[in-house]
């Protein structure tokens, strides 16, 4: 992957000086245009990082391409013969890429780093209660469903209806993003979260049920 795409970013960013020869280099540039040393991470977000435009819509592949790329482009092992300095700098790139990749993979993930870049709080895994009404009321009764399945047939049909509701769920977190329609992809984050959650609890209650004696 060429430096097209960050460094076109450079001109509403700024030049600055490269830390090697101190010749002027765009701020999201990845090597000096002069002496070609790498240059630090900038401080771009998960989306720009990846050449991404900031938003929910994007192509697995597409991202997983692109994250390849710039992972054999800036791995360490390129630069071993280089200076400590640009080895330190490949590391550093290394575990940016990562955590953007990380990030942007997963949809709720990438869906709560949205909401973070629009200064909005997101929901947490780590969240133990329900604001929502109706979102508390339906957790409850599919959990006490799932509780009360006797057999690996009926949990199984318990995480069908739970795995379309989440694939409906995602869906309208698409359309919500695409509308600007924060509060709206909040809600959903939040369900989709619980749907997930409830994922988890079916595949422990299948696991309970296989242990027990036929």
């Known amino acids: 992957m060429n430096d097209t795409a960050t460094d076109s970013a450079a001109d509403g960013n700024g030049v600055g000086a490269c830390w090697s020869c101190h010749g002027p280099v765009g701020r999201v540039a990845l090597f000096c245009h002069v002496c070609g040393a ?24 597409d991202l997983l391409r692109r994250y390849v790329a710039f992972q054999q482009r800036l791995h360490p092992d390129r630069f071993a013969r280089k200076s400590k300095k640009e080895r330190v700098l490949a590391e550093r790139h290394t575990v940016s890429l990562n955590e953007a990749y990380e990030a942007l993979k997963d949809p709720l993930r990438r869906g709560a780093y949205l909401l973070q870049l629009a200064g909005r709080a997101a929901p947490t895994e780590e969240a133990r209660t329900i604001d929502d009404h109706d979102l508390l009321m339906e957790t409850l009764e599919r959990r006490e469903a799932l509780s009360e399945a006797a ?18 769920a995602l869906a309208a977190l698409e359309d919500a993003f695409a509308a600007d329609d924060l509060d ?31």
């Open 38 to 61: 790498l240059q630090p991470p900038d401080r771009s977000d998960h989306f720009r990082r990846l050449g991404l435009g900031a938003r929910f819509d994007i192509d697995d592949k």
């Open 151 to 168: 057999s690996l047939d009926a949990v199984a049909t318990l995480a069908g209806q739970a795995a379309k509701e989440e694939a409906r």
């Open 184 to 214: 709206e992809a909040t809600r959903l984050l939040t369900r989709l979260r619980y749907l997930k959650k409830f994922a988890e609890e079916a595949r422990a209650r299948r696991a309970v049920l296989a242990e027990q004696p036929a």
